[in-house]
């Protein structure tokens, strides 16, 4: 049967309720510009985006990002929920999610989501090496992370996670330690977001002077990809790679971007993907024992930009790596996400030719 489409309504709740500054965020001087989230607006994007979506036999989901939300002043969480409520209690939506910090969980504050329909908590965790997270003024501690985790599970709200690839002084050890840890507090979902030095944050004079050297988009896509592995075999859903594009965090060479450094691209999550496809297929390759020289891949025709990754890099690096060409076939019936893989010629039928 075939899986219902998902929808989110992201609603952007920019810095309210924050009294931090982390050095890698420059939400207070993008929400300088952007005034408070009223009612009427949150309805009216909700209105919009349930008429833009396709398929009405849809999951459905109001989502608040940004910011802190629950760290707002109550009478306007209340405010906000209450608009969104009425969609989940009208069976027009499925269901709402709020992102927050640790520090601002609390059992009152949980009451007041569970009152209003939330199902999801999303913590914005970044690191779980109190030093990182000191480094980078983040103004919590990994305990925090993990009584506000264990609360949000005692009340059976769904848990997600989001953690930072490349803050200052984080190595990929460390990165694999944050992982480790959130594993044990059971988020059923993550975000992995990758830094990237946005303007007018204290990361951007850090990079400036040269004391932080942001990743390489190769490096973010390896380390993203090994985290990616450990959550998957856990059964953590990695729901995002990568920030979500806007005007603002957008390539860096257009005018109105934020973003001055770091390993941005406008389909990070995707190079990611197509990475773990290519780490695959080698697999595959390497298990038929036999120098091959060409192979075919039958593939879902969903799948097929995987399979050739971005830009080809998939193929082109299985040719000048290991001498391998690649022909695809498309076939409806191979079930999306797999995929099957023959042998058409060997070296040796190569080298008879
Ligand atoms: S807690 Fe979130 S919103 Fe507040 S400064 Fe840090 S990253 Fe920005």
Not at 116 to 124: A, M, N, P, R, S
Not at 268 to 293: A, R
Request: charged share 35%; aromatic share 10%.
């Amino acid at each position: 049967m075939k899986e219902k489409e998902q929808y989110i309504i992201p609603i952007f709740v920019p810095h309210l309720g924050c009294p931090n500054d982390c050095t890698f965020c420059n939400q207070k001087s993008i929400s300088g510009q952007t005034k408070k989230v009223t009612k009427r607006e949150v309805k009216e994007t909700i209105e919009e985006y349930l008429k833009s979506f396709k398929e009405q036999d849809s999951y459905k989901e109001i989502a608040f990002f940004g910011g802190s939300f629950t760290g707002i002043e109550i009478e306007k969480q209340e405010e906000l929920l209450q608009v969104a409520y009425e969609y989940v209690k009208n069976k027009k939506v499925d269901s709402i999610r709020v992102s927050t910090r640790p520090d601002y969980i609390d059992k009152d504050r949980l009451k007041l989501l569970k009152k209003y329909g939330v199902k999801t908590i999303e913590l914005g965790v970044q690191s779980t090496n109190d030093y990182i997270l000191k480094k980078c003024k983040r103004g919590h501690t990994f305990e925090d992370v993990k009584k506000a985790s264990k609360l949000i599970r005692r009340y059976k709200f769904e848990l997600g996670h989001q953690m930072m690839i490349g803050l200052p002084e984080s190595t990929k050890l460390d990165e694999l330690n944050t992982a480790k840890d959130l594993a044990k507090l059971k988020p059923k979902m993550v975000r992995l977001y990758p830094v990237l030095v946005i303007k007018n944050t204290e990361l951007e004079k850090e990079y400036k002077s040269g004391e932080y050297e942001p990743l390489s988009i190769n490096q973010a896509v390896e380390r993203c990809k090994e985290l990616y592995y450990f959550f998957t075999r856990r059964k953590i859903s990695v729901i995002r790679m990568g920030l979500q594009n806007t005007d603002l965090i957008s390539n860096p060479k257009n005018e109105k971007s934020e973003v001055v450094a770091g390993p941005y691209h406008e389909a990070f999550g995707q190079l990611v993907e197509d990475s773990i496809w290519y780490d695959t297929i080698l697999e595959k390759i390497k298990k038929f024992n036999v120098k091959v020289k060409e192979i075919e891949i039958i593939i879902n025709p969903e799948n097929v930009n995987n399979i050739v990754g971005h830009k080809k890099e998939n193929i082109q690096k299985l040719r000048e790596l290991y001498d391998v060409d690649v022909k695809i076939k498309q076939k409806k019936e191979i079930r999306p996400g797999k995929f099957e893989i023959k042998v058409i010629k060997t070296y040796t039928d190569f080298l008879d030719e």
